[in-house]
């Protein structure tokens, strides 16, 4: 007797694993997408591979973040210290047998070339949160004097490299999992105050303390000139001021409704620099408006709202401080990218998510929605 066995529909197979997954995250997360594969087209046209690139990664991403998806918190939790371990033993041998170049030790040949730090965006609050989750319900001072250890070992290394805007992110990003976790705010208020204070002292203060022949503590030169730029970018119009003032008029050109698909001047006569990567926004708003940069906006503020509703709803107090670390890094990405665009912050390499052009950084785009995506499947499986 021949047994007839038929294979289930395509479907139902798929069914399992993509139930559970949060409707509305998705839905912002398509349309972001297919905004970031839109301006590429637009910017990149004309710059090689860019865009088939740009598709591939984001291919790439996606299939991480399915597979991450599915990964129950407690197992992710179950990884945070090897990958901690892992992430600071690579930051020290970069230190020790990494590759140079323009004066920055930041890769590492392992059979294939990396760069350590990026894991550390994603381990760093990964080990926080499960240092918190171990010590829930009995937190003291010295818990948060350890959290603090953990994060400062990774930070300090990345800043040696140097790498202050890696440095920056990461410690943003642990930060974020230490105020999730109930650090007082008495000791917050004090220093963001002083913070604000020493801001102003040096826009106050930027002719006498701008001089080239005035060192400054803890930052390199570069990183100095970076800050002074910032301050006074027609100091050096053509030089260190030029990616500055050349993406304030690309946006202030695009106007409203802004010069059209394909159409921006200052973007395809390459006066813009580095305009599928780190300067992308300045290309966006000029050929898309303001119109177009309020889309954008609509979309990166639905996403970092649906964020924090899914760590306000999580089942555990992981799940709240992953969670709630990685939206706020995502608001942190969108801000300091488009600060640096418009003048408002110094120059630093900080990607725009979905839109700029990058490998690495789609890759870990999609490990950290993976795991957002993961904490609000574990939402509602607890919940049944």
């Known amino acids: 007797m021949n047994a007839v066995i038929s294979k289930a529909p395509l479907r ?69 210290v090897p990958l901690y371990t892992v992430g600071v033993a690579l930051l020290i041998a970069t230190a020790l ?118 060192e400054w503590p803890v930052l390199r030169e570069y990183q100095k000139n970076r800050v002074c730029t910032l301050l006074d970018p027609h100091k050096d119009p053509l030089g260190k001021g030029f990616h500055i003032i050349q993406g304030e008029i690309a946006i202030g050109s695009g106007g409203i409704t802004g010069k059209g698909f394909m159409k921006g001047t200052q973007t395809h006569l390459e006066f813009i620099p580095e305009r599928t990567t780190d300067f992308i926004f300045a290309a966006y708003g000029e050929e898309f408006g303001l119109l177009g940069a309020l889309a954008l906006l609509a979309g990166f503020t639905a996403l970092i709202m649906r964020g924090l509703w899914i760590a306000a709803q999580a089942p555990s107090l992981f799940g709240r401080l992953m969670a709630g670390a990685i939206t706020l890094s995502f608001f942190t990405y969108v801000f300091v990218n488009m600060g640096m665009v418009s003048g408002i912050l110094p120059v630093v390499g900080v990607p725009l998510p979905f839109i700029s052009y990058g490998g690495t950084a789609m890759v870990m785009l999609g490990l950290s929605l993976g795991i957002l995506l993961a904490i609000a499947k574990s939402r509602r499986s607890f919940s049944k």
């Open 97 to 214: 047998f990494g590759i140079t170049k323009k004066g920055a030790t930041r890769w590492l040949n392992v059979g294939i070339v990396i760069q350590p730090s990026e894991l550390l965006k994603i381990a760093v609050p990964l080990t926080l949160a499960w240092w918190f989750q171990k010590r829930e319900g009995q937190l003291r001072p010295l818990d948060f004097g350890v959290a603090l250890l953990i994060l400062a070992v990774p930070v300090g290394l990345v800043a040696k490299q140097p790498d202050l805007g890696t440095s920056l992110l990461i410690l943003a990003a642990g930060l974020y999992v230490i105020f999730f976790a109930g650090l007082s705010w008495r000791l917050i208020v004090p220093a963001v105050s002083v913070a604000l204070l020493g801001i102003a002292a040096l826009v106050m203060s930027e002719e006498r303390i701008c001089q080239p022949e005035l």
């Open 12 to 80: 139902q197979r798929l069914r399992p694993w993509l139930a559970g997954f949060d409707g509305p995250l998705m839905l912002i997360l398509l349309g972001l997408a297919a905004l970031g594969l839109l301006s590429m087209y637009s910017v990149g046209f004309d710059h090689g591979t860019r865009f088939v690139d740009h598709a591939r990664n984001m291919v790439l991403a996606c299939v991480i973040m399915l597979v991450v998806a599915q990964t129950p918190p407690q197992r992710l939790m179950s990884l945070a």
